[in-house]
């Protein structure tokens, strides 16, 4: 470990709005600290609610100009895209079945923007956003926040690079607990994650499946070809899966399993990937972040670790802190902020955007979304081998 | 903790015999030591190999009476039986293939059998042992070594006793390194272990997936209904899979998964298991065996420590020192032994086996061919769901 | 654990200049990462160096107005103090021996200081500093960040609720590596942190056994009355200590000992402490602050976790995202900035701070100084029990 | 990991008297298995109680013959030295204060004597037992049993190789809690432990104190000059410490700290040994006993396994059984009779100790009752540093 200083170039910050993410929303508040943490971003709009009064309170609360809290989003597109000092970029962290309308007002007036996950409810909608975004000059950039951990994109770089030779084996699973029982009616954020009509036909799959599924992908470089699942609802009444078994088959002869679970009592975030090549393996915790088992075959394992020895260029550039320091959550997600930030400030200037900046896209979204569609077939046809459709 | 001393009560030790474990094998050794360290067994004959000379170097080398030593299982049977101090139990420990036929030589004698695992090569062998032993006023031990661990047995109890509510989810995984390339012809372990002519149709999934398989059955006191598998051999010209992905749906209504490998590159002897109730959880590895992850829904994790706080009569029972003194592998092995001990001193002293004495058995035999089989079949048909046969 | 939201209440930011934290510094980096994290300060002003241009190039990096870059903190304090919208607080974060001088020019013009630890570089600086501190109406924060961390204010909370018993223990130790071998003359953190004209007498001493030694009180709520200390600069030429042995005796009869070191090769930021009283004990460590081991005596080991069950409000005050989502160094070190915050605003509003609002005080650090001071003068009189001066 | 066989070479056994660990005893069924493990020993004669009728219950349960069983061990000494198959070696495994006596009878009849730590419970019994020990032919193993884990043997090879450079730290720990209460009068191991007539002036210092100090020495090949302690009896009427702070100074300039504690409630057995040199560091916990982790300057930690890759002789010579299956506390205890039984074997046949084989000696015995004496005299003169008397 050496302790040494990072400089940061803070450009003119990027103006930002917020659809969603009002009074007692979870997420919102993740997007705008992940926002503040480089200094990137000024949020300066917001259309935090669809009720008028909730929307000003909460954009009052957050210290917003009263003229830029907006009750609906499209209002907000409007009238944004018109203004000198408008928005440039809107983080919408509404529920899933909001993304795409939302999106679409932003993107077609030119407006990045970054969106929660899953990219959407349906595969129908997720097909229609890609084309959204495909027709706009606009980014868009979606927040699978967990390929912002520095020891994520060590993994990412040390697979590219050839550290584990082929890969053979990619094991991911997602699991918690937090809906062992049936909901209080009262908790907002259980309520619409196991309402289909907002969160889309799959339950966990959606809500933390894409996240374990993306994940693997971005590691391993490797897609998958077909899956078979076999997807339970254990709380009686429950109308999404709270627990899905899959097996995977990637392209190029790799096989993984992924698991999820929100009903395994005990876990709180369990989001853990274990990759096995023919040279080499990699596992990874996401409570742990800072950590990565490396084992080179034949050798003795060895703890790498965010800023340590042995790390290299892809972690150390979305790392802000001496090793030994822990990095968490928090700066994972703001890392995707920060790409993105890269991203639109080359945009604003003009020029490329730097082939070293990585975010996932609308496209990784859309594959989320056949993820679970995928799930939800094959465990329908009592587990069957199925493609993407 | 409280450092107490353990009584032990050694009646007129029982005399072993052992058939295969000659010079160079590897659990051959394991069984002497596991039949040594509760001090009930006296190891006095063996056919320790079919090839003469190193049979009796072998039987030399552990201070066997000359003639206590046979070449041949059978002729070992024959003489014993006759003898007047001879053996009582026999410990066999050859690769696979060999364990039905020598099994029956000693059962039709009344001779106790230890049996290594799985119990046999081919699901005909394992159904035709199954009548042999059934036949026979002998006992038949498999030794599924993991169920005597402490911390197992504190597992099983738990769950019988009702902690974690009904069971919701098994997950159970085994993951080796040591076959991750192709073995070299002169370790006599990979050589039979990846033939399927002597280890059966299933490579990993015998070796190892049938203690997943058992283990998760023996604590969670579950059997499994119907099972759906991918199969792989990633090592080129390898005749039997060495990476197996599998889905269970246990009676019940419970769903797991079992992940088997030898090619996970990192892994030692990775036997992890973890169960969900409606109530609790529990995580369980076999690397650091001592511990216990004990969540009770909607409380902080508990880690029970083998003689620890929090723990009980059944994991107490099979324990030899106090908590924070790590027992290991061996012991768990010895537990097998001693339990068996236990049995076979009631047999001769013409009781009941106690109730508390536990130990796998003929039936856990079948159970593990039959999954090896099942695995197999489901592979072949695409993961189909199959029941066993 | 529960998906819940954490609502934000964004007064009017705080106006924020620094001292100190330049290009290529460290410590300059993280406060300003910390003060944005929680939006409750904006930098506005900067004496970032002593170098002209050097002060210029970083304070235009930061985005500060020129007319805001200083190169001399009293140019800065006199002018802010005067302007309408000058600072209302100054980080100060400048190596150790400028702490006082530069403290007083704000203090005594009403502006509040939140500075780096060790107070000062020598014992009569740091009291000179607690009289200046005293006399200002302006409050002083010292930035013993580790106080910041949830579960360190949980493990507060549990003992000052007696969950422990009367303590018996503190062991603490900060163990690093970095300083193995003599420094890199080109590595400027090396190189001040190891010249006693700029950090004070004390060498691990001062930079980390300070933290070590203001944890343990912070949490424990106990007082050292006496120390008797062993310390050793083990690299060849080097002027001040690179490890510390320690052994504590606080008030009210508890014992304790502390190791600090910076040649203990494999540790980056070992942090640990735990602390034992007559009816439990606890267990954390600074590389992973998410967890805190609770044992009440004669119960099983409990694992709380930042948000989980059988945490309290303390820990959930501090405390941004749900369970499982890691918070790391920066969201702690952000808590003693948010902390300040509050009380900043408290003193705007002319109200008095919130009882709840914990941080370090200038009272902390001369503690702190005075631990260093004592540790040479008991290591110079051969590990002599010794007083605080 | 490679599953390989290890042979056994079964000589005649060597024939094994034990005084002391009758009925209730903790430490005397730890030492019979241990003895039986490899298979090295007979144990065929007791003195197991100086109470007749508990020694004869208690010789019968282990299944010596009624002749061989004696309440005084000078009869025994006496009997068995004149038999013609009488014991070779025998295990003291009483109180403290029995062991010179004891010993002394077996010694000066040529009869090897494995004896429990603290040598003695007095600085002159300890030496007046050296001196019966150098005049005997026979030979003296003292059982601090943790010298024979494989991964301390891995870790002193490494060491003495050269592999961690000059060592300079040597930071040892073992923390208990069973006595973090006023003992139940009922509790025999508790009642003689802190018995200071029993064993000796030293409590936590004797009882495990002793086995932290002889582990560093052991481990880093390093002999203390001076220590620096601070004893405490934490329970109200304690007669002997039941906490100990230990600043050391070794020969060669190395310093090091020991804590030991039988209060330090969540403890169970913590013996925690880590040790850095300039150019590497090791760390190993007793409680996962297979584990060693080493950090050579400026690389990744490495997670080295008993029986993994990077390990080497001196440790694969006292390991069963492959890596991933761990080994535990009686197998590190067997390692200590495997050694003497070596040793033992050697004599018989006339020949010279293999070089190989290590365990601890009288030597080590004395300085583990030095080690006592010390702390004991310079927490009586205010932590004075203090040579060894």
Same mark, same amino acid.
């Given at each position: 470990?050496?302790? $040494?200083?990072?400089?940061?170039?803070?450009?003119?910050?990027?103006?930002l709005?917020?659809v969603?993410? !009002?009074?007692?929303?979870?997420?919102?508040?993740?997007?705008?600290?992940?926002?503040?943490?480089?200094?990137?971003?000024?949020?300066?709009?917001? &259309?935090?609610?669809? $009720?008028?009064e909730?929307?000003?309170?909460?954009?009052?609360?957050?210290?917003?100009?009263?003229?830029?809290?907006?009750?609906?989003?499209?209002?907000? &597109?409007?009238? /944004?895209?018109?203004?000198?000092?408008?928005?440039?970029?809107?983080?919408?962290? $509404?529920?899933?079945?909001?993304?795409?309308?939302?999106?679409?007002?932003?993107?077609?007036?030119?407006?990045?923007?970054? =969106?929660?996950?899953?990219?959407?409810?349906?595969?129908?909608?997720?097909?229609?956003?890609v084309?959204?975004?495909?027709?706009?000059? &606009?980014?868009?950039v979606?927040?699978? %926040?967990?390929?912002?951990?520095?020891m994520?994109?060590?993994?990412?770089?040390?697979?590219?690079?050839?550290?584990?030779?082929k890969?053979?084996?990619?094991?991911?699973?997602?699991?918690?607990?937090?809906?062992?029982?049936?909901?209080?009616p009262?908790?907002?954020?259980?309520a619409?994650?196991?309402d289909?009509?907002?969160?889309?036909?799959?339950?966990?799959?959606?809500?933390?499946?894409?996240h374990?599924? %993306?994940l693997?992908?971005?590691v391993?470089?490797?897609?998958?070809?077909?899956? =078979?699942?076999?997807?339970?609802a254990?709380?009686?009444?429950?109308?999404?899966?709270? %627990?899905?078994?899959?097996?995977?088959?990637?392209?190029?002869?790799?096989?993984g399993?992924?698991? =999820?679970?929100?009903?395994?009592?005990?876990?709180?975030?369990?989001?853990?990937?274990?990759?096995?090549?023919?040279?080499?393996?990699? /596992?990874?915790?996401?409570?742990?972040?800072?950590?990565?088992?490396?084992?080179?075959?034949?050798?003795?394992?060895?703890?790498?670790?965010? !800023?340590?020895?042995?790390?290299?260029?892809?972690?150390?550039?979305?790392?802000?802190?001496?090793?030994?320091?822990?990095?968490g959550?928090?700066?994972?997600?703001?890392t995707?902020?920060?790409?993105?930030a890269?991203?639109?400030?080359?945009?604003?200037?003009?020029?490329?955007?730097?082939?070293?900046?990585?975010?996932? $896209?609308?496209?990784?979204?859309?594959?989320?979304?056949?993820?679970?569609?995928? =799930?939800?077939?094959?465990?329908?046809?009592?587990? &069957?081998?199925?493609?993407?459709?």
């Amino acid at each position: 470990m050496a302790i $040494t200083g990072r400089n940061e170039a803070l450009e003119g910050p990027i103006r930002l709005g917020m659809v969603g993410g !009002g009074k007692d929303a979870f997420i919102g508040g993740v997007h705008r600290i992940a926002a503040r943490i480089d200094g990137k971003f000024n949020l300066i709009a917001g &259309a935090l609610s669809s $009720t008028p009064e909730r929307a000003l309170e909460s954009g009052l609360a957050l210290g917003l100009a009263e003229d830029r809290i907006y009750s609906s989003y499209k209002e907000m &597109a409007i009238r /944004e895209a018109r203004l000198k000092n408008g928005i440039e970029a809107v983080a919408i962290v $509404t529920p899933n079945h909001v993304h795409m309308d939302a999106a679409r007002e932003f993107l077609k007036r030119g407006i990045h923007v970054i =969106c929660d996950k899953p990219l959407t409810h349906t595969l129908t909608d997720a097909k229609k956003l890609v084309k959204s975004a495909e027709a706009s000059d &606009a980014l868009f950039v979606l927040t699978h %926040n967990y390929t912002g951990y520095p020891m994520i994109r060590q993994a990412r770089e040390m697979i590219a690079s050839g550290a584990l030779g082929k890969i053979r084996l990619v094991q991911v699973e997602y699991a918690q607990d937090w809906l062992a029982e049936a909901a209080d009616p009262d908790n907002k954020q259980a309520a619409w994650r196991t309402d289909p009509t907002k969160s889309g036909a799959g339950g966990s799959t959606g809500d933390i499946g894409t996240h374990a599924f %993306n994940l693997a992908s971005f590691v391993s470089g490797l897609e998958v070809e077909t899956l =078979c699942a076999d997807l339970q609802a254990f709380v009686p009444g429950r109308q999404v899966d709270d %627990n899905a078994h899959v097996m995977l088959r990637y392209e190029g002869g790799a096989r993984g399993m992924l698991w =999820c679970s929100q009903v395994a009592v005990g876990n709180e975030n369990g989001l853990r990937l274990r990759i096995y090549g023919e040279k080499g393996g990699l /596992e990874w915790a996401q409570e742990d972040p800072n950590y990565l088992w490396y084992t080179p075959f034949g050798e003795a394992k060895r703890l790498l670790t965010r !800023g340590g020895a042995g790390t290299g260029a892809a972690a150390a550039r979305v790392s802000r802190i001496p090793a030994g320091h822990p990095e968490g959550y928090l700066e994972g997600f703001a890392t995707i902020y920060s790409e993105a930030a890269e991203a639109i400030l080359a945009k604003r200037a003009g020029k490329d955007v730097p082939s070293e900046v990585v975010f996932p $896209t609308v496209q990784d979204g859309l594959k989320g979304v056949q993820f679970i569609d995928a =799930c939800v077939r094959s465990s329908a046809r009592d587990s &069957a081998w199925v493609k993407f459709a």
